[in-house]
């Protein structure tokens, strides 16, 4: 269990990820999503002295958990998206690297802190920014969108399918004079217009997720950080992503198979085919022993590929 102040985090998948995606300990590596570093600690712990390990963090309280928790010479830490992260390690004079790790979703200290806004089980403003110095908070999203795109947004990245009814709910109250602003406003508003839920969860689990997911932008940001990873990776440098719902592995799933194959140019349809750049090596799942001490794992999914030779 990885130390994060007065809230604390139990990394997921730890020795399966850094099996994964340690290929080299002389290698230079990226942690896209440092979250309270459990994953960073253990892939220091086996680089050699000339190993590297860059990770990123759009969380300024998890920077400031790196830089204050991790002191070592090979390691450091960049308050930014792991989807620009192309930049930064050019800045950094890195041009490719030997293993790309991204852990994705939200951190139990962002769940667990009820000032981040994140949870249904705490009242407070309604943030759910994992960077709260950017963007718009999920309350100003409510307090500005129409109702159509509020229902897409929940139907959409919650996958609820009572966005509509939702959606209309959240409007009439804003119509009303006054707008949801709490997690405990919102969850009230959801309890009326779900009607029906799965037993043992809240009925705003979903309408949570979908807004989540939006005032992050994390389905587009998972998109540009594997198409940057797939870049930089060396032949035979790894991608590992752990995810926490179908949205997300759907992206990764169909990312790693469609660089799996070859690919015809068909506007040039008599010149090579243009070569796959990923092998995929496996789907893991936690063990059940994990699953009994950390039951935040039981919808973790990690992918594996390799980056393929680059033909001359």
């Given at each position: 269990m990885d130390s994060g102040g007065q809230w604390q985090h139990t990394t997921v998948l730890l020795a399966e990820a850094i099996d994964a995606l340690l290929t080299t300990p002389d290698g230079v590596?990226?942690?896209?999503?440092?979250?309270?570093?459990?994953h960073s600690r253990a892939l220091l712990e086996r680089l050699s002295p000339?190993?590297?390990?860059?990770?990123?963090?759009?969380?300024?309280?998890?920077?400031?958990?790196?830089?204050?928790?991790?002191?070592?010479?090979?390691?450091?830490?960049?308050?930014?998206?792991f989807g620009a992260m192309s930049q930064t390690l050019a800045d950094l004079g890195v041009t490719g690297i030997d293993g790309l790790l991204l852990d994705l979703g939200v951190s139990s200290p962002q769940i667990d802190n009820p000032a981040r806004?994140?949870?249904?089980?705490?009242?407070?403003?309604?943030?759910?920014?994992?960077?709260?110095?950017r963007g718009e908070s999920a309350a100003d999203f409510l307090a500005r969108a129409d109702e159509r795109h509020i229902a897409e947004v929940i139907r959409d990245h919650g996958?609820?399918?009572?966005?509509?009814?939702?959606?209309?709910?959240?409007?009439?109250?804003?119509e009303g004079g006054?707008?949801?602003?709490?997690?405990?406003?919102?969850?009230?508003?959801?309890?009326?217009?779900?009607?029906?839920?799965?037993?043992?969860?809240?009925?705003?689990?979903?309408?949570?997720?979908?807004?989540?997911?939006?005032v992050n932008a994390e389905l587009e940001e998972l998109e540009q950080?594997?198409?940057?990873?797939v870049e930089l990776l060396h032949p035979s440098g790894r991608l590992?992503?752990?995810?926490?719902?179908?949205?997300?592995?759907?992206?990764?799933?169909?990312?790693i198979a469609r660089e799996s194959r070859s690919e015809v140019d068909r506007r040039a349809p008599f010149a090579?085919?243009?070569?796959?750049?990923?092998?995929?090596?496996?789907?893991?799942?936690?063990?059940?022993?994990?699953?009994?001490?950390?039951?935040?794992?039981?919808?973790?999914?990690?992918?594996?590929?390799?980056?393929?030779?680059?033909?001359a």
């Amino acid at each position: 269990m990885d130390s994060g102040g007065q809230w604390q985090h139990t990394t997921v998948l730890l020795a399966e990820a850094i099996d994964a995606l340690l290929t080299t300990p002389d290698g230079v590596y990226v942690d896209g999503t440092f979250g309270r570093g459990g994953h960073s600690r253990a892939l220091l712990e086996r680089l050699s002295p000339s190993g590297r390990l860059i990770a990123f963090d759009r969380d300024p309280e998890a920077v400031a958990a790196a830089r204050s928790g991790i002191s070592d010479a090979r390691f450091s830490i960049h308050h930014a998206r792991f989807g620009a992260m192309s930049q930064t390690l050019a800045d950094l004079g890195v041009t490719g690297i030997d293993g790309l790790l991204l852990d994705l979703g939200v951190s139990s200290p962002q769940i667990d802190n009820p000032a981040r806004g994140f949870s249904f089980r705490f009242e407070a403003p309604l943030d759910m920014r994992m960077d709260p110095t950017r963007g718009e908070s999920a309350a100003d999203f409510l307090a500005r969108a129409d109702e159509r795109h509020i229902a897409e947004v929940i139907r959409d990245h919650g996958e609820e399918r009572f966005a509509v009814q939702i959606a209309k709910a959240l409007v009439a109250r804003r119509e009303g004079g006054n707008p949801v602003r709490t997690t405990g406003e919102l969850s009230e508003v959801v309890a009326r217009a779900v009607k029906t839920r799965e037993p043992g969860q809240d009925p705003a689990t979903r309408t949570f997720q979908g807004l989540r997911i939006h005032v992050n932008a994390e389905l587009e940001e998972l998109e540009q950080g594997l198409k940057s990873g797939v870049e930089l990776l060396h032949p035979s440098g790894r991608l590992v992503v752990i995810s926490f719902h179908s949205l997300e592995d759907r992206i990764v799933k169909t990312f790693i198979a469609r660089e799996s194959r070859s690919e015809v140019d068909r506007r040039a349809p008599f010149a090579p085919e243009q070569p796959h750049r990923l092998k995929a090596l496996g789907r893991i799942k936690p063990s059940y022993g994990e699953l009994r001490a950390n039951p935040r794992a039981r919808s973790a999914v990690m992918r594996v590929a390799e980056r393929t030779e680059v033909p001359a």
